[in-house]
């Protein structure tokens, strides 16, 4: 499945709740009812999804739920088809999904906005059930099942750019590295993620990935570091339960920890979250909005730029 999508694996770890696995262009989790996989560079995600099916097929596991995301390209005619363009995209996920598409955040040159695809396939099959046979009760039923389900946890996903040169060095395999685990407790990482077990690795000559999971819960956060000063990047992903307190002081320590010129905050989740705090120490928030999507679910992004001050700062 992975060489369609031009990645291979580099390391895994597992607990009772998943498999994880660092991939040389990202990461892929596993649960025994959910894949996630995150890819990056000119890998082709969406060429997978025949073979990811067909991998459910034989356990007999039917797809109740598809979301497709990604930020806007730095370098669109780079990529390779069918990630050309948000379109073409669409256009092959809805040759096996019933879904819908959207674009947040403002759309202009330069400005960092999301593409996100959501098929909700409990919801498609209802919907023909009631087409085809005019069931009302299948149909109360159905939807009666899918809102007695537990809350999932919500998704809270940084993607930060322009980051700090001297913090970016800590991510080149030089004279001063010592190993990729010492790198994660060097930069704080292992701080913010503790009670987790880490799998990471350093690239050649850099660049960064760290697969963090969960013994007592089954959480998983992710980071990917690339440190080129033309092309700065770090996301940071993860779905651990915390308090609407204890979210914002972690967004605001991961910001720090990285110091970026900008970054996007997103939060997904299958109910209404509390609003988010319009601006973190040192930034200023310049977009913000929140969809409640027909499938069910909810995502709020805002963008973040720096303040003058902390600039300043940055450079003395």
């Known amino acids: 499945m992975l060489d369609l999508a031009k990645c291979t694996i580099i390391s895994s770890t597992s607990n009772d709740f998943l498999d994880s696995f660092v991939l040389s262009e990202s990461s892929l989790f596993v649960y025994p009812d959910k894949v996630i996989l995150k890819t990056c560079g000119t890998t ?3 060429n997978c999804i025949d ?8 356990v007999e596991a039917k797809i109740e739920f598809v979301i497709f995301s990604r930020k806007n390209f730095n370098y669109p ?3 390779l088809h069918p990630h050309s363009n948000f379109e073409t995209e669409v256009e092959i996920l809805n040759q096996q999904f019933h879904g819908s598409a959207h674009i947040l955040g403002p759309v202009l040159s330069g400005v960092d906005h999301h593409f996100i695809y959501f098929a909700n396939m409990l919801q498609h099959q209802t919907n023909q059930s009631n087409e085809e046979h005019d069931n009302e009760w299948i149909e109360s039923k159905i939807t009666q099942e899918i809102s007695q389900d537990k809350y999932s946890r919500p998704t809270i996903e940084i993607l930060m750019s322009q980051l700090d040169p001297i913090k970016m060095k800590q991510f080149y395999r030089d004279e001063n590295f010592v190993d990729a ?19 990471e690795f350093v690239f050649d000559p850099c660049g960064y990935s760290l697969n963090a999971i969960s013994s007592i819960d089954g959480s998983y956060a992710t980071v990917h570091v690339t440190p080129e000063p033309h092309c700065s990047f770090v996301s940071f992903e993860t779905d651990i339960d915390c308090s609407n307190v204890q979210r914002d002081y972690l967004i ?26 319009a601006n973190h120490r040192g930034f200023t928030c310049k977009f913000k909005t929140q969809y409640e999507f027909q499938e069910g679910f909810h995502v709020t992004m805002q963008n973040y730029v720096a303040s003058q001050n902390r600039i300043k700062r940055k450079l003395i």
């Open 252 to 277: 605001q320590a991961v910001v720090e920890t990285f110091s970026p010129g900008r970054f996007s905050l997103l939060i997904t989740s299958d109910h209404p979250l509390p609003p988010l705090e």
């Open 44 to 46: 082709t995600l969406l």
């Open 181 to 199: 685990k010492t790198t994660t407790f060097t930069v704080g990482l292992a701080n913010l993620l503790p009670n987790m077990t880490t799998d």
């Open 77 to 79: 005619h780079k990529q």
């Open 51 to 58: 073979k990811l099916i067909e991998f459910g097929e034989r």
